[in-house]
């Protein structure tokens, strides 16, 4: 019986909590206030068609390759800065390799990323974003070839590229309405 009574009180003071509290009454006039327009609410962005996932999946999987890259370059600066010869030799080795394995990620994201399932407005950002990743998938055979044997001019001509496409990148990314994040590879010195 003890239980039931616990049990009524416990729903009487749950519903009780759920009843709307009367506002409490205005101390002053509707007109001598000064109220501000009340700001327009948000457009809700229509989801994504199928055309649109796909490319943004796409986008997603060029990304992988995107970020081995900046791996890569911040391998170098950090041997740069020691100012050893081996490091930078590793550095440039290590970038070679990973031009070669980024190459493949933004290849395999490429098909998907057809700039024209999106509307008037922000095709041409996707096409510029699109030919940027065009532009990093040309230069990575000769980031291959050369990042070995003169890792520094080799990561100058990446960095210049890379900075491109993450202009064209965060402009596509405001566009479409997405959170824009900042740029991972600005990360402070490590201890």
């Known amino acids: 019986m003890r239980c039931l009574a616990v049990l009524w009180f416990v729903a009487a003071t749950a519903l009780r909590a759920q009843?709307?509290?009367?506002?409490?009454?205005?101390?002053?006039?509707?007109?001598?206030?000064?109220a501000l327009?009340?700001?327009?609410?948000?457009?809700?962005?229509?989801?994504?068609?199928?055309?649109q996932q796909r490319f943004l999946s796409g986008l997603r999987t060029a990304t992988r390759g995107i970020a081995q890259l900046k791996d890569g370059l911040n391998r170098v600066t950090r041997a740069?800065?020691?100012?050893?010869?081996?490091?930078?030799?590793?550095a440039g080795r290590s970038l070679a390799?990973?031009?070669?394995?980024?190459?493949?990620?933004?290849?395999?994201?490429?098909?998907?990323?057809?700039?024209?399932?999106?509307t008037d407005s922000i095709q041409p950002i996707a096409r510029r974003l699109v030919m940027q990743l065009d532009s990093l998938i040309a230069f990575t055979p000769n980031c291959e070839q050369n990042a070995a044997a003169a890792p520094i001019p080799t990561a100058t001509d990446l960095g210049k590229r890379m900075k491109t496409y993450?202009?064209?990148?965060?402009?596509?990314?405001?566009?479409?309405?997405?959170?824009?994040?900042?740029?991972?590879?600005?990360?402070?010195?490590?201890p």
């Open 37 to 51: 327009p009340a700001p327009p609410a948000p457009a809700a962005l229509a989801p994504p068609t199928l055309e």
């Open 80 to 90: 740069q800065a020691t100012g050893n010869g081996t490091s930078q030799l590793r």
């Open 166 to 190: 993450d202009a064209s990148l965060r402009d596509f990314r405001v566009a479409l309405g997405l959170p824009v994040k900042d740029d991972t590879s600005k990360t402070g010195r490590r």
């Open 97 to 118: 390799g990973l031009c070669g394995s980024a190459r493949t990620f933004m290849r395999r994201g490429r098909p998907a990323l057809n700039p024209t399932v999106y």
């Open 19 to 34: 009843q709307p509290v009367p506002p409490a009454p205005d101390s002053t006039r509707a007109e001598s206030t000064h």
